[in-house]
């Protein structure tokens, strides 16, 4: 009248099986933390609403007598890293149309140069687009631009901003 103790030996699938599968779930998890990562880091955005770097505005013969009357004031650079450890490059400026008319698209060229006044980066962003209000006459807007890779051989002056494209409001 004595019983044996038993000793029970759970199933080694079971539990291998909730490990395997946690495990699964952690690593999709941890690539779609990571692809988001890259795709929302701040060196890569463009202002919000902003047009794909492809795009490009007019600069016809009326488009280039406006332009005149759209100014770049109040010229910022900060530089930060992001939270991949890259170094991003952030000109935040004001565009203000003097003008008389509205505008659906600007596009702006900025340019760094490197220490012998040659062009060490050159891109083209749009800073108003169509899919956003118009900058209408007498507005002024802020916005911002990042830049992940600017050479080393820039010479960490104001670079040069240009409106090379308009599109005015029909």
Not at 6 to 17: N, T, V
Not at 133 to 152: C, K, M, S, V, Y
Request: proline share 9%; no cysteine.
């Amino acid at each position: 009248m004595h019983d044996d103790p038993q000793i029970q030996i759970p199933d080694p699938a079971q539990p291998e099986s909730r490990r395997f599968n946690f495990a699964l779930i952690l690593a999709a998890a941890a690539i779609v933390v990571i692809v988001a990562a890259f795709y929302f880091s701040p060196g890569r955005q463009s202002p919000p609403g902003a047009a794909p770097r492809a795009s490009h505005f007019a600069l016809g013969p009326a488009e280039q007598a406006y332009a005149a009357s759209v100014h770049i004031e109040n010229i910022a650079l900060s530089r930060a890293e992001n939270f991949i450890h890259q170094e991003v490059t952030t000109l935040t400026a004001d565009l203000v149309n003097a003008g008389s008319r509205p505008l659906r698209g600007v596009e702006l060229t900025i340019t760094f140069s490197d220490e012998m006044s040659q062009i060490a980066l050159r891109e083209s962003r749009a800073v108003v687009v169509p899919s956003n209000p118009p900058l209408t006459a007498g507005e002024r807007r802020q916005f911002d631009i990042a830049f992940e890779h600017i050479p080393n051989s820039w010479n960490m002056q104001q670079p040069v901003v240009r409106v090379t494209g308009l599109e005015f409001l029909q």
